[in-house]
């Protein structure tokens, strides 16, 4: 199992930008597919996005064309650049890895005003 710290989160204006960080315990090459989730207050947690060990991304409906993901393997880190914020985009976000351990981080804030 690989263990993820998620920072990067914070407050911020909507329209405004932040880049999330997910770090892995681990080297990251084995890993297939690294993705980012959120939990809004009173939600269930949703999709946010994954990235395959080959660079291919997914991005669900809400975010596409806003956010990004990448992967750094020389740091171990996935990243979710997200830009033009919405109040909407409110919520704790968690770095995940399906597989072969499911693995969670504990998630970082992130809160976009309107």
């Known amino acids: 199992q690989v263990q993820l710290v998620e920072s990067g989160g914070g407050l911020v204006q909507a329209g405004g930008s932040l880049r999330l960080s997910c770090a892995a315990s681990?080297?990251?090459?084995?890993?297939?597919?690294m993705g980012w989730y959120r939990q809004a207050p009173g939600k269930q947690r949703e999709y946010v996005a994954q990235?395959?060990?080959?660079?291919?991304?997914n991005y669900a409906d809400s975010v596409k064309g806003r956010f990004a993901i990448s992967r750094d393997y020389g740091k171990n880190t996935v990243y979710l650049q997200m830009n033009s914020l919405r109040p909407e985009d409110t919520a704790v976000y968690y770095c995940?890895?399906?597989?072969?351990?499911?693995?969670w981080g504990k998630g970082t804030l992130v809160t976009v005003s309107s």
């Open positions: 995940n890895v399906p597989s072969p351990v499911p693995s």
């Open positions: 681990r080297s990251i090459l084995s890993i297939d597919t």
């Open positions: 990235i395959s060990r080959s660079g291919i991304t």
